[in-house]
Each structure stands twice: as structure tokens, then as C-alpha cells.
């Protein structure tokens, strides 16, 4: 295709993107590189309706004067990056200095936002994305033997776990897996244990989440296999049967290694999405066991009254590098096609 | 599946799927089906701290209302509420993303696939990485400038947003879909004299639509359950369903109308319904042609 | 809720029928009010938007909308006119600079504000308060009644209570606060440590000062109470707790003033729940005479940057709308802070509180930063992975890390 075609065909998709995620994305990426201007501040006398104080406030009037000068702040150079509440270096390498054992480093570790929200959101995104794929996968195989007529509602049914907002559809099952909710006190029975509560122990409520994940995921990636299984060849099927295959054989030899360009299409697509995961979160209110990068970008944007832009920039970017990070092997391998089918 | 393959199907086998999908019916339905019957309740037998099974039961629905069901949860969301002026704004807002997304999507998408250069595989790995941007901190980003420019609030700029935010995904897909297509079509009908617009138009277009209408679904949904783009940008009387929800359910220092929320959220499944009953075959048919190429 | 809402819509519906005679009358302006959404300020705005005249009076109740005002308020001109806000949520704006001192408009159409109605910072008026909110203590006073004990004014006290109604057999997890691992645990936090007369922050600096014996007398009292709590006490918030309460199953409650008159109310309570509801004020601690709570104020403020003739306007509007009038048809909606509320029993807890001396929530430029700072390490220590000391030295490290972006220190 000639440049200039190519050119107005991607046109206004470009623009749409770098405008409202190119720019953005530079303008964060330049603002986590800032800190705001030393704030002048005051002391004045403030009444409300319960009693008088003196108090420092914010001389709005000298700070906006220094605002004028230098719009973005004071440069901080990549500090943001390495303050406690990211990278955290020099903690960091206090602890190193001051532990004796590897574990006992490793809790030092866990007690930075940071790293314990990275940790957790490492072990969902590998927990979940291969459960989800091969969930997936099942349930497709299994749903394409349901006789025709049930396939439609089959389909719609399984699609419910993704289409309903998660924001109600977390808070019903935030409340059945409560210790006196359906799925809680069922389990409580099963354990034979009346204390269990799913939301007062950390390990049961990282399990509580990942499970919570891969239900709401799999509708995707069975969709998208359910899909591709219809494109098997019969032929090939019918001659590994011939050879005399298994069905798991089949299965294993012909059927999987025809879905594989899916297998990687949605493994990239849900590595970044459970990378980014917040939702599960915020609705099963479980931040004070399982935190994720996201969820700290969202403390720090929404938790509380101040928002903190600088230091959200900084974990927004360090999810970015996350993420491209992740994604390399897929890249390489896409790259490769793409030169092959060049060539 | 040939029916030669079917024949040898063991009795084992047929137990074993058929008892996977009426599991997995049951897991993914479940908690929907508990729903549905919940929201005829009242909120302490939906949300029982008591005893569960008065959610099954109805017991304190009875008690207050004199029948096990109650409309009440539906008639203060859509009545009292006014909750369809929240799905009005949802479906304009879910329409036009969708035209729109799908418009600059299959254009660029196509372009896409059939540069053979460099840049259009740098283009889409850019696209893939503009997509991990948590979509917070972009929302954050806007609101200065929308208010600046006086547009924040309304429902096209929203839609925008939407398009722009679900570009990437959109791209990617249709990128693969359009690489399905053999190039010898339009490039047959432009050695014929067509122009690369012409042959995608008569070409192109009538056969891509299975693909489409997939990636349609996508983006229908997207925009269908946006909670953290509409919740900030648009205002009261623009606002759209799922931040409607999430205002029944409360602030910090007020219990909410919870059970408002759980008959919306049910409602706002009826469309969807519909919607995948009628487009199933497009979806099943679409997906076939395009993610098997990744 | 249901109730409460139906209440003060149907009341409005009923000033509408009558608003052709509205005192208020406004020849032009734009008044578009931002604020959080819950019934009283609903009140509040539609009785402002009865104004009549070439006004037009437009709001937006927002539960997020603590995410837009200062976006909303720097653009010029700013989207809205006026900007409801709490003693926290004021303070970005104060930050800014984005609100107008509301003097002259005071002088000219303010006769009727009280003087206490008026939040004044540095000598000018910055906003006007109309409603007060705190937590305190609800008690079941059968259940108290049944281990023998009087309603607690300590939370030495509350502890002992409520381990004899757990000794007892009567509840398991007798007490409960809000103490959900967000911004709701901080605040707790920060009513425990007012209650101990503690100081936040080195006099005349931004620099943190918790890191003290007060903060782990602070700590080792939270730790007590949650011990009395559920072991779920980490998703506790109003929403969580005030079906439990209604379902009987908790004997002391630390709760929102706002809650009174929906657990007074009974709407879906268990039986006898309701009727043995008690409203007192907050307990004092560690012998000390201030009670562990903090007053909250709600209030209007004036976008600065709007034209003079819309602020005008606005301001006339949001006075109507906390009017005599709108009190009367709402009484029971709020703890309201004008002379025509009528108090009701839903309102002796934030009375008593009030009353007893409690501190307001500081109204200090990096206060919330603090706050951020407790609900993000406290939980660790109330779940026993940390020591006192260590907690406390990491919330001061987090604050630290936060000030030094946002230019405190």
C-alpha cells in the first residue's frame, strides 16, 4: 500500500489515539519527572461552627506567583520513581543491609506499597491468564457437542459472567461468600469450621480473587475458542481418527496446535488485563490483603481528599513498562510474522 | 463434528461433557439466577444476615409487603429514579461509540493489514502499548482541559473518549480479520482501475462483516459497562447506566437503595439478551475468520 | 433509606405545588451547584432551584464528585457556581485558591446566617455551613440491660461492656466500627487519636508528630476494639454495618450521626432492634475529657472564578435553600445548624458529641495526605503481621513521601 493511501486510511484512528492517549500518556510521563512548588504557607486564624483555631494555610497568592514561573513544578528527576511509595531504593537497600535471612527481606519487602501490590499482581496475572485459556478452552470444547437448539441460550449463559457490570455483579457475590451469605456458610459447613470467613483471612481471600478472576474472564477467551473450533478441519480430524487417535489425542495433536495463533491472542490480551486489574478489588473490599498496581493508582487519584497526580504518573508509567515488559515474547513473535509474511 | 466422529463417542464421554456444561452453566448462571430472584425481594432477605435462605424464602418481604415478591426494587429505579433517562444516555452513548469506533477501526485496521512496511508493525505494537495506560490516569488527565474548553459533561464527548480509549483493542482486531481476506481480491479489482478507497468499498466491505460485528461486541460492551470513564466526565443529566448504579449504592456516611441498584443491573441485562440471541451466529462466524490469525 | 428519601422527596413535590409563591426571586444569573449525593442535599438544592425569576438553578449530585471540583473550579468560567462541601473536601480548594471570601455577600443578603454558620479562615468568610455530622456510639439497650451494665461513656468502658456481653454468650462479636481498610479506617484512627489529645502534626509545620506514645495508646485501643469486632472488621463500612446492626446482631456501634434515622426508623430490622436503639454521644478515652470523634460541618462555598453577578445569584439560592422552610420540610433529614431545627432523637448523638467538646476534623492543607497515610499501614497492625512502633514509623514514612511531592516538606 503507497504511503500517502495508508496514510488517510489510518488517519483518523491515529489522531483519535494520539490525542486522547499518545498526549496524555507523554503529558503524564513528563508531569512524574515533576513535584509541585514548595507551598508558602501561612498562619491564620480559622472559625467554623465548633470553635476557633490557628492554623498554617496555603498562601495561594505566592504560590500561584511561583506557579507562574515554572507551570510543571520543581524537576525531581526520576525521584518520584525511587521514593517509598514506588521503587523505594534506599529502603530497600536498608533492608538488605539490615536482614539476615532472605526471608526476613523478603517482609521488609512486603512492607512497601509497592512491591507487595506487584507481588500480588504478578501472582493473579499468572494464576489467572493459563486457568482462563484452558477454562476456556474446555468449556468451547464442551459446549460444541450441545445439541443446536440449546446452543444459543448455551452461549448467552456463559457469555453472563463477562457482560453484567461488575460493579453489581461483585457486590452479590461479595455478599454470598459473607460468612452468613449462601456460598460462605456452605463452606463453613463443608469445612466444618464456624469461624471461616473468606474476607478475614489473606490467603483465602487472594484465592477468593484469582477464582473471582478467571469466572469473569473465561466468557472471553471461550468465546473467541468457540470460534476458532469451528474452523478445525474436519479432514485433518477425521484422519488422525482414521490413524486411530484418541479423542483426547485429537484433541492434544490436532485441535490445539490449530488454536495456538488464539491461544496467543488471548493470553496477550488477559496478561494485560489482569496486570491491570483494580475492580475485584475495590468491590470485594480487599485492599487491606491484596493491593495491585492499579489499585495504588487509584489511592492515590481517588483514596483520598488530595489527589496525587506526580506519584500516580509514576505507577501509571511503571505499569506501562509492566506491561511491555510481559508482552516482549508475544512482540518477538509477532515481529517474526510479520517479516515472514513480508518476505 | 462428522457424524463418524460422533458415532464413536463413548458412553463415558457423553456423561462426562454433558455434566462439564451443566456445571459450568451452572457457575456462570448461578449467581445471575440469584439475582434475578433476589431483586423481587426486599434488601434485608436479598442481603440476609440472618439467615440466607430468606433471600430463597422471602420471609421479611412477606412480612412487609404481604407476598414473597416485590416489584419494589424495579419501581423505585425506573419510577422514582427515573432510570430510563440513564439507559436513554447509555444507548446513544453505546451507539454512536460503537459506529464510530467501528468506522475508524475498519479503515485503519485495513490499512493496517495490508501495508507491508515497517511502521504499520510499529504502529500496532504503539497501539498495544497505548492500551496499557490505566484508564484513571487518563480520566485525570482530561478533566482540566474538558472543563477548559467547556465540552466536560456532555455525552459526545464521551463518546469520543470511548472510541479513542477502545481504538487499540478495535485496531488489533480488525488488523487480523483484514488479514483473513486474500489480498488478491482488491488487489485484482484495482488492477481493474479501482482506486484503494473504490476496492475497499465494493470489495472489502461486503465481506467483512462477520469480523465487524465481533469486534462490535467488544466494543459494545466496553463503552455498555464503562464505570470510570462516564462516572467523571459526564454530568447528572447526561449520566449513563452503571454510574447511575453505583450511585444507589451509598456514600461513606449514608446506607444506599441497594436493591435500586440490583433491579437495574438486572434490567440492564434484557438488551444484552437480545442483543447475543440475535447476533450469536454473526459472533461465532465473525471470531472465525479474524482472532485465528492472532 | 427508602423511607427517609420518599420523605423528603414527596416534601419537596409538596414546596413545588406552593413555589408560585416563592419570597425567592432572582431577576438573572446561572447557579449550577456541584455536591455529593445523599438525601439532605438534595433537599438543600432542590429548594434552592425554587427560586424564580430569569435564574436558572441547576445541580448535580455526585458521589465522585470530590474527583472533579478542583478541575471544575479552575476552568474560567468555572462549570459550577457553587461547590457543597465537608471540612476535608474544602481544603483542595482552599489550596487553590478557587473559592470566593463570601463577605459582602454575607453583609448583603446573609442577615439570617448565624454567626457559628460561618467558616471563616484568616478573617474572610469562605463558606456556609448548614448541617453538622460526627461519629458516636449506638447502643442496644436491652442487651446492656440484660449483662447489667450502663451505657458506656468510655471506650474503656465499651471494651468491658463489651466483653461481658460476649462472656455472656450473648453475641459473639458484639461491637463494630467502621473500620473498612479505606479512607473510613483512617478516620477512625484520627477520632481515637483526638480522643487521646493528641497532636497531628509539630507545632507551625507540616511535619508529622504521631510517631509517640499517643499513637500507640491509639493503636493498642483500635487493636482492643476489632478484637470485639467481627474478624471481617477490615470491610466494615456504613453500608456493611447498618444491616448487621438492623439485624440485631451488634450490642455498641461507633457509627455516622446520619445513620440515626434510618436505625431509628427500623425499616427492615429485626424486632426489638429499633426500639432499643440509643443514640449517645462518643466515649471519651485514656481518662481523657474530649470525646474520641470528630465534627464534620457541610457546607456551600462560591466558585471564584465566575462573574459577580452569578455568584450573586448562587448565593441567594443556596441561602433559600437552607431557608426556614426547607428545615421544616426536612427536619429529620440532617442534624441541621440553623435555629428553626427542631433536634429529634436522631440527633442527640451529634448533639452530645458536639456538646462534650469534640474536635472538629482538622481543616489543614496536607491533613488529607495524613489521612491517606493511616488507612494505607494501619492495616497490617490491626491484623497482627507489625509492631506499634514499626506501624507508626511507616505511616510517617508514607506521609513523608506524600508531602515532599505535594510540596510540604
Known sequence: MKHRTFFWFILPSLAAMILFIALPTVSVAIQSLFVEHEQVMVEVENCGPFKCETVLQVDTEATAVLQEEAPLGRFNGLRTYANRKHLAFEQVGVAWDETETFGAFFSELLNLPFYKALIFTLTYTFVVTPLVVVFGLGVALAVNRVPSLLKGPTIFVSLLPMIVTPLVGALIIFWMVDADGIIGATLQRIFNDPNLSLKASTPLTWIMLIVYGIWSSTPFSFIVFYAGLQTVPKETLEAAKIDGATRWQAVRFVVVPYMMPLVVFITLMQLMDNFRMLEPILAFQASAKATSLSYIIYNDLRGGDIPQFGSAGASSIMTIIGVAILLTPVLIRTWRDFNRKRA | ?294 | MSFMKSFAIGATAALFATAAYAECEISSGRVNVLANDFPALKAVTSTAAECTGGVTVEANHNKDFRNITVQALTANPAEYTSVIVANSSIVPLLNEGLLRPLDDLVAKHGQNLKKNQLITIDGKIMAVAFMANAQHLFIRQDILDQVGKPAPTTWEEVIETGQAIKDAGVMEHPFAFLSMSDWNLGEEFVNMYLGHGGEFFKPGTAEPAINNEVGVATLNMLKELVALSNPDFLTYNTATVVPIWKSGDLAIAQLWGSSGGELLGGEGAQEGVAENTVLIGAPTVAGGSTPSSSLWWDGFTISKNISDEDAEATFIAMVNGISDKMVEANNDAAVWLMDSYTPGPAAAGVAATAAAGADPYPMLPYMGLLHQAFFEELPDFLQGNESAEQTLADIEAAYIAAAKEAGYL
Request: include cysteine; glycine fraction near 8%; hydrophobic fraction near 55%.
Open chain 2, 1 to 294: 463434528m462428522s457424524t463418524s466422529v460422533a458415532d464413536r463417542r463413548s458412553k463415558g464421554l457423553i456423561w462426562f461433557t454433558t455434566s462439564f456444561v451443566v456445571l459450568w452453566i451452572f457457575i456462570a448462571a448461578g449467581p445471575f439466577i440469584w439475582t434475578l430472584w433476589g431483586s423481587f425481594k426486599v434488601q434485608p432477605d436479598f442481603f440476609s444476615k440472618t439467615d440466607w435462605t430468606n433471600a430463597i424464602y422471602g420471609v421479611l418481604t412477606k412480612a412487609e409487603t404481604g407476598s414473597a415478591f416485590t416489584s419494589a426494587g424495579y419501581q423505585g429505579a425506573w419510577v422514582e429514579q427515573e432510570f430510563w433517562r440513564n439507559s436513554i444516555n447509555t444507548a446513544i452513548v453505546v451507539f454512536f461509540t460503537v459506529v464510530i469506533s467501528l468506522t475508524l477501526g475498519t479503515l485503519g485496521g485495513y490499512a493496517l493489514a495490508r501495508s507491508g512496511y515497517r511502521y504499520a508493525f510499529w504502529l500496532l505494537m504503539l497501539a498495544l502499548v497505548f492500551r496499557a495506560m490505566p484508564h484513571m490516569t487518563l480520566v485525570s488527565g482530561y478533566l482540566l482541559p474538558f472543563f477548559e474548553w467547556n465540552i466536560w459533561g456532555r455525552l459526545s464527548t464521551t463518546i469520543i473518549v470511548l472510541v479513542a480509549i477502545n481504538q487499540p483493542f478495535t485496531l488489533w482486531m480488525l488488523h487480523s480479520f483484514f488479514l483473513n481476506i486474500p489480498k488478491d481480491m482488491d488487489e485484482s479489482a484495482m488492477v481493474d482501475g479501482c482506486t484503494r478507497f473504490q476496492a475497499f468499498r465494493h470489495v472489502i466491505i461486503p465481506v467483512m462483516w462477520p469480523g465487524v460485528i465481533t469486534t462490535g461486541l467488544f466494543s459494545f460492551l466496553l463503552a455498555y459497562n464503562d464505570f470510570a470513564i462516564g462516572a467523571v466526565l459526564l454530568s447528572s443529566e447526561n449520566q449513563t447506566m452503571v454510574p447511575k448504579i453505583n450511585s444507589f449504592l451509598g456514600t461513606v456516611r449514608e446506607t444506599g437503595d441497594v436493591m435500586f441498584a440490583v433491579a437495574a443491573a438486572v434490567s440492564a441485562l434484557v438488551p444484552l439478551f437480545f442483543l447475543i440471541l440475535f447476533f450469536q451466529r454473526q459472533i461465532v462466524s465473525g471470531l472465525t475468520a479474524g482472532a485465528v490469525k492472532g
